[in-house]
């Protein structure tokens, strides 16, 4: 069942407010952070005006199993999603139980890396956009004649900047060299790819295909950890494999579906976002909520 109204804004009082994105507000515990998923749904950069319900805990709950799932591969900044624990290590947020029960995390204060590491394995999005300009993607050659949504003959690895505002910008893996430097560069190529395809197995393995995901690293004293969120239906593609036709965009599990639905629209995307009707707000809250019962076991 469907909660009565999304979550949208909170306020935790006393404690410091780090940093409030497009989805998530992160706040200072001094050494940790706590991230809190909230309900809005945002296309094109811009905030829609009413909100999904449950987005934000299926955001929080499809990220733990993730991170927990990628631990043999590579660490990350993550304490704990359990409530009652995150109250235990942090007594403060008590009385606030209400609000972060099952959209919270509780992580280690992380450096972020200042780039966006891609991989895909599908031809779509901005990808589909920069092979039918060039024939590449981030300075890789494809192969001439794939349609939109063809499966890559091999994943790969198209980072991005990382944009405080408005739209990441695709770089060359060269770019990020001299950004990261090239150690930093093949280690986190490295296990972007090994990430991605131990998921994208598994997924698939449920019925889900993992068209292309962001991955976010961060430093935590010299190690590099994973961080942010991992394979949400907000930082990747999600594709029902039964449905699956290469040739045109495809039906999804994460919000290409409210950007379809915007596409119809007169406006210019710019803010503010339009008021999303029941219909549409309905339907994508039930995506996001197959996805995570899908991938997980788990109903929310």
Request: proline share 6%.
């Amino acid at each position: 069942m469907l909660q009565s109204a999304p979550v949208i804004s909170f306020d935790l009082e006393d404690i410091p407010l780090f940093k409030k994105g497009k989805v998530r507000n992160v706040y200072d515990l001094g050494e940790k952070l706590l991230f809190v998923a909230s309900d809005r749904i945002s296309a094109f950069d811009v905030i829609m005006k009413n909100g999904i319900p449950d987005k934000g805990r299926v955001l929080n709950m499809i990220s733990e199993f993730w991170f927990d799932f990628s631990r043999d591969i590579m660490d990350n900044h993550t304490i704990t999603a359990d409530i009652g624990k995150i109250i235990e290590i942090e007594p403060r947020l008590k009385g606030h139980e209400n609000v972060l029960s099952g959209r919270a995390m509780l992580v280690k204060k992380a450096e972020p890396m200042p780039v966006e590491c891609i991989v895909r394995g599908y031809l779509s999005g901005s990808g589909w956009k920069d092979y039918q300009r060039t024939g590449e993607i981030c300075d890789i050659k494809l192969p001439k004649g794939l349609k939109q949504s063809d499966k890559l003959p091999e994943s790969i690895f198209t980072p991005s900047t990382k944009a405080e505002s408005g739209h990441d910008i695709n770089i060359s893996q060269e770019k990020m060299k001299e950004i990261v430097g090239e150690d930093v560069f093949e280690f986190l190529k490295e296990k972007s790819i090994e990430i991605y395809e131990k998921a994208g197995r598994y997924a698939e393995s449920k019925g889900i295909i993992i068209a292309d995901t962001k991955f976010e690293f961060g430093k935590i004293d010299d190690k590099t950890v994973l961080m942010d969120e991992l394979l949400t239906p907000d930082s990747s593609r999600f594709w029902p494999m039964d449905e699956y036709l290469p040739g045109g965009p495809q039906k999804s599990f994460d919000k290409q579906f409210v950007r379809d639905y915007l596409e119809t629209l007169d406006w210019d995307k710019t803010p503010p976002g339009p008021e999303l009707p029941v219909e549409i707000v309905r339907k994508t809250s039930e995506k996001y909520r197959e996805a995570h019962r899908i991938l997980t076991g788990r109903e929310l």
